[in-house]
């Protein structure tokens, strides 16, 4: 088995060779990169895995939910909460589709509507990827420039809600897992330099099988470093905290703390409702609220995902990684 297979690849394997998937026949993975495999049954049927996807959600309900934009959309008619935003075309793309609403309009909707600071994402983007903390227009015109040289089509702009982030991964209506997000932050020794202490965690991660998509050199970081009045080569002190990036996706090297036996039931049923609004299975439900274990306060819905990664959420403990095992093992049978 290839290490750089996904982590459901390697689940799959895993479980195979043990002798755990009592109804499988057989299964082909391709071999190259093993993100693509087929699941044969006994009872003659077959199944398609590819990456994260399981295979047991509707193509559609999953492609809706790709699209950020779509998924706040019918959120909002189903009146639960989303960061205040927009969707803005990029001119290139504006031009080919004839559609009036383009980044040109993005600095005045946020001066009349959201203000500073907002989150500025392509609709289309998963892992954290090109998800930037805009605090200005000077940062606004510089993130829609990099958008437009990189080609994304379409760019959402969300009002930055400050509130501890959770995801909450729904199975057939339950609640199954839930932890908090937190950001990559890097903690001093006093002797290693940002630079090598940042590189240290991304091996660290790399070496666990963790689905890492952030770069050493991501721009994004330079960026949290000048704002914290850092540079590369600085040294923290011992025990002192560096956050290095504004969003807590954890492909995006954030941390995963478990909160699942003490999720509020208010919490469990808003995501269960929103897995059910678009026809989810399996879904992981990332909302911003003020106390999990609470039922009052604001909150809102930041994204839906229909193939959500659990190698994250199995790398924090040996239980994790048992139950998600046994989710996987329930999945695929």
């Given amino acids: 088995m290839a290490s750089h297979y996904p ?5 799959l394997m895993s479980l195979f060779a043990e002798g755990a998937l009592t109804t499988v026949d057989s299964i082909q993975v391709e071999p ?32 809706v939910v790709k699209d950020k934009a779509y998924t706040k959309h019918f959120l909002l008619l189903a009146g639960i909460s989303t960061p205040p935003g927009e969707a803005f075309l990029l001119r290139w793309w504006a031009e080919r589709l004839a559609f009036s609403r383009t980044t040109d309009q993005a600095a005045a909707y946020i001066r009349e509507t959201t203000g500073y600071p907002v989150y500025v994402k392509p609709v289309d983007g ?3 990827r090109n998800v930037w903390r805009v605090v200005d227009e000077t940062e606004l015109a510089r993130v829609v420039s990099v958008f437009d040289q990189e ?7 969300e009002k930055a809600i400050d509130l501890p982030d959770y995801r909450l991964v729904i199975l057939d209506g339950a609640l199954v897992f839930a932890y908090r997000r937190e950001p990559l932050t890097v903690t001093g020794d006093g002797v290693l330099t940002v630079k090598d202490l940042l590189s240290a965690l991304l091996q660290e991660r790399r ?9 050493l050199h991501d721009p994004r970081i330079a960026r949290r470093l000048d704002r914290l009045g850092l ?8 025990g002192e905290r560096a956050r290095l990036l504004d969003v807590a996706n954890l492909s995006a090297g954030g941390t995963a703390v478990d909160v699942t036996t003490t999720v509020h039931e208010r919490w469990r049923v808003l995501a269960a409702r ?4 678009f026809g989810l299975r399996l879904c992981g439900v990332d909302l911003v609220c003020a106390d999990i274990t609470g039922g009052e306060g604001e909150y809102a819905v930041l994204e839906v995902n229909g193939t959500p990664g659990l190698d994250h959420y199995a790398t924090t403990g040996p239980d994790q990684e048992a139950a998600v095992r046994n989710l996987y093992r329930r999945l695929l049978l």
């Fill in 151 to 157: 080609r994304v089509r379409v760019m959402l702009v």
């Fill in 231 to 238: 540079t590369w080569d600085a040294v923290l002190s011992v």
């Fill in 32 to 63: 190259d990169y093993g993100y693509a495999a087929m699941i044969g049954y006994v009872d003659g049927s077959h199944r398609m895995i590819r990456g994260n996807d399981v295979g047991i959600n509707p193509g559609a309900s999953n492609d």
């Fill in 274 to 277: 929103t897995a059910a609004l």
């Fill in 126 to 128: 998963s892992k954290g």
């Fill in 207 to 215: 070496s666990t099988g963790r689905d890492t998509s952030l770069q």
């Fill in 7 to 11: 982590y459901l690849t390697r689940v």
